[in-house]
T-cell receptor, first 115, second 112 residues
Framework: AQSVTQPDIHITVSEGASLELRCNYSYGATPYLFWYVQSPGQGLQLLLKYFSGDTLVQGIKGFEAEFKRSQSSFNLRKPSVHWSDAAEYFCAVGAVSGGYNKLIFGAGTRLAVHP | SQTIHQWPATLVQPVGSPLSLECTVEGTSNPNLYWYRQAAGRGLQLLFYSIGIDQISSEVPQNLSASRPQDRQFILSSKKLLLSDSGFYLC???????????FGSGTRLTVV
């Protein structure tokens, strides 16, 4: 069965510091992988996605993620965090079946940014 | 461009009352539609998905039901709310080309 693990529930970084949010997935075939961000009380916004090809994926807001098949990981990175990046981040794995894509989400990582 | 609308934004309902949350998508046809619930401090749980009108699949047994009376309309309902139905409900759509989800802004439901 597909699953996603985000080992870090909370992370706190200083503004300007680098960031890496971890994501491990379990899926039998080549996965579709996503990172979403959620501001308090809001819906989820897509940051980036991986379907195939280059394993380093660039997203919006200066984020990037690297797909490592050997480690079953899809970690999210940002070289310099801004205070506005404080939010909850969700990793998701998707499987296409019968014409639809069912996304399985991790439990999320809440990011706090200190000035 | 495609947009997704979800309402109401917040809702406080007494236990035992009915529920109807509505989600509509514009700018696309035949979308896949989804209802997720996000309990406080927890991840997102898929409740229902739909690949077409009147085609609804349920992921977990629960007190809720979903309907899709029109191609771009998805409704989440309950006849009698329970305290455990409280949470943040998110509607999403995806297409068969990109498969990424676009989420609505969510409904905060508090059952009292």
């Amino acid at each position: 069965a597909q699953s996603v693990t985000q080992p870090d529930i909370h992370i706190t970084v200083s503004e300007g510091a680098s960031l890496e949010l971890r994501c491990n997935y379990s899926y039998g075939a080549t996965p579709y992988l996503f990172w979403y961000v959620q501001s308090p009380g809001q819906g989820l916004q897509l940051l980036l996605k991986y379907f195939s090809g280059d394993t380093l994926v660039q997203g919006i807001k200066g984020f990037e993620a690297e797909f490592k098949r050997s480690q079953s990981s899809f970690n999210l990175r940002k070289p310099s965090v801004h205070w506005s990046d404080a939010a909850e981040y969700f990793c998701a794995v998707g499987a296409v079946s019968g014409g639809y894509n069912k996304l399985i989400f991790g439990a999320g990582t809440r990011l706090a940014v200190h000035p | 461009s495609q947009t997704i609308h979800q309402w109401p934004a917040t809702l406080v309902q007494p236990v035992g009352s009915p529920l109807s949350l509505e989600c509509t998508v514009e700018g696309t046809s035949n979308p896949n539609l989804y209802w997720y619930r996000q309990a406080a401090g927890r991840g997102l749980q898929l409740l229902f998905y739909s690949i077409g009108i009147d085609q609804i699949s349920s992921e977990v047994p629960q007190n809720l039901s979903a309907s899709r009376p029109q191609d771009r309309q998805f409704i989440l309902s309950s006849k009698k709310l329970l305290l455990s139905d409280s949470g943040f409900y998110l509607c999403a759509w995806s297409d068969r080309l990109t498969y990424g989800y676009t989420f609505g802004s969510g409904t905060r439901l508090t059952v009292v």
